[in-house]
């Protein structure tokens, strides 16, 4: 059983911005590469000081694992030597799933458990299917529908003021217990976590609360939300955010632009919707470069 102290000196020496769901792949891989040769440099290096080469390595090897584990590398400035090093295409096969249309990320084995249900290809057409979303001919665009807007707003203000609202209807969404759901805020990402598993995981809590109030308006205005695959829903979840125009975490106003998001050792090009007034991320949405329009 860990101790207080030895608790808190862990503590002090994790690095949560590179570890657990922000661990970076090609760091890592590159990390244990070193580790491993370190540990064979020093059993060499023991037989010159007559001591076990076998014993030393396991040591080194052992102590280099655990810095990996608490701080993510082993030696400061691996995600330099990973961009300049590696080919970008081998970067992009470590990746992580990549996510759908808002940023958004629900954990793969609960993707797959729902798969079950009716598969959908546009979004954005069952969004226009069931009402929520509607053609605005004054401006030739699409809008969503005042009924359902004034709904959603409501609930977000509920699930704003009201954590475990909103943690009730993501329970509800991924089958988890709504007590045993925790919110974690990093830089940059908002996660969900039920009994030490990972959930989920938005760009900002502005993004998990518009998702949470949307899933508990979506099923009175769509028959077939309960047979929709999670997988599915998701995606209508992050293609409905597309269309706020207020942030609902202040009520600012919501701009698109573009922008470069750096990964540990990789950047990609993406469409953001960002709340002007707190600067909450709404939306990511990845891009080809060659579509960008020049400056």
Same mark, same amino acid.
């Given at each position: 059983?860990?101790?207080? #102290?030895?608790?808190?000196?862990?503590?002090?020496?994790?690095?949560?911005?590179?570890?657990?769901?922000?661990?970076? !792949?090609?760091?890592?891989?590159?990390?244990?590469?070193?580790?491993?040769?370190?540990?064979?440099?020093?059993?060499?290096?023991?037989? !010159?000081?007559?001591?076990?080469?076998?014993?030393?390595? @396991?040591?080194?090897?052992?102590? =280099?694992?655990?810095?990996?584990?608490?701080?993510?590398?082993?030696?400061?400035?691996?995600?330099?030597? !990973?961009?300049?090093?590696?080919?970008?295409? @081998?970067?992009?096969?470590?990746?992580?799933?990549?996510?759908?249309?808002?940023? %958004?990320?629900?954990?793969?084995?609960?993707?797959?458990?729902?798969?079950?249900?009716?598969? !959908?290809?546009?979004?954005?057409? @069952?969004?226009?299917?069931?009402?929520?979303?509607?053609?605005?001919?004054?401006?030739?665009d699409l809008i969503l529908d005042p009924e359902f807007e004034r709904a959603w707003e409501g609930t977000v203000r509920d699930h704003w003021r009201e954590e475990q609202s909103a943690k009730r209807s993501l329970g509800t969404f991924v089958n988890a217990e709504p007590d045993a759901i925790e919110f974690d805020a990093h830089a940059g990402s908002f996660l969900?976590?039920?009994?030490?598993?990972?959930?989920? #995981?938005?760009?900002?809590?502005?993004?998990? @609360?518009?998702?949470?109030?949307?899933?508990? %308006?979506?099923?009175?205005?769509?028959?077939?939300?309960?047979?929709?695959?999670?997988?599915?829903?998701?995606?209508?979840?992050?293609?409905?955010?597309?269309?706020?125009?207020?942030?609902?975490?202040?009520?600012?106003?919501?701009?698109?632009?573009?922008?470069?998001?750096? =990964?540990?050792?990789?950047?990609?090009?993406?469409?953001?919707?960002?709340?002007? +007034?707190?600067? +909450?991320?709404?939306? %990511?949405?990845?891009?080809?470069?060659?579509?960008?329009? %020049?400056?």
């Amino acid at each position: 059983m860990k101790t207080s #102290s030895e608790t808190g000196v862990l503590s002090r020496l994790r690095r949560p911005e590179y570890t657990g769901d922000n661990r970076c !792949t090609p760091c890592t891989i590159l990390n244990l590469g070193i580790a491993i040769i370190l540990a064979i440099v020093a059993g060499y290096a023991a037989l !010159t000081i007559e001591l076990s080469p076998i014993a030393v390595g @396991v040591v080194t090897l052992s102590v =280099s694992l655990l810095a990996i584990y608490l701080r993510g590398y082993l030696i400061p400035g691996t995600p330099t030597i !990973t961009k300049r090093y590696f080919p970008d295409r @081998v970067l992009a096969w470590f990746e992580k799933t990549p996510e759908p249309v808002g940023g %958004e990320h629900v954990d793969p084995e609960r993707m797959a458990g729902g798969d079950a249900g009716l598969e !959908t290809d546009n979004p954005e057409a @069952v969004l226009l299917d069931i009402g929520v979303v509607v053609d605005d001919p004054a401006n030739e665009d699409l809008i969503l529908d005042p009924e359902f807007e004034r709904a959603w707003e409501g609930t977000v203000r509920d699930h704003w003021r009201e954590e475990q609202s909103a943690k009730r209807s993501l329970g509800t969404f991924v089958n988890a217990e709504p007590d045993a759901i925790e919110f974690d805020a990093h830089a940059g990402s908002f996660l969900a976590w039920a009994d030490d598993a990972y959930l989920a #995981s938005w760009p900002s809590r502005a993004a998990c @609360v518009a998702d949470t109030a949307a899933a508990t %308006e979506l099923p009175a205005w769509d028959p077939d939300w309960d047979r929709r695959s999670l997988a599915s829903r998701a995606e209508i979840l992050g293609a409905l955010r597309l269309f706020l125009e207020r942030c609902p975490a202040c009520g600012g106003a919501v701009v698109l632009s573009q922008d470069v998001v750096e =990964s540990c050792c990789r950047s990609r090009d993406v469409v953001t919707a960002t709340c002007q +007034s707190c600067d +909450s991320r709404l939306f %990511e949405l990845d891009v080809d470069p060659s579509n960008l329009p %020049e400056e």
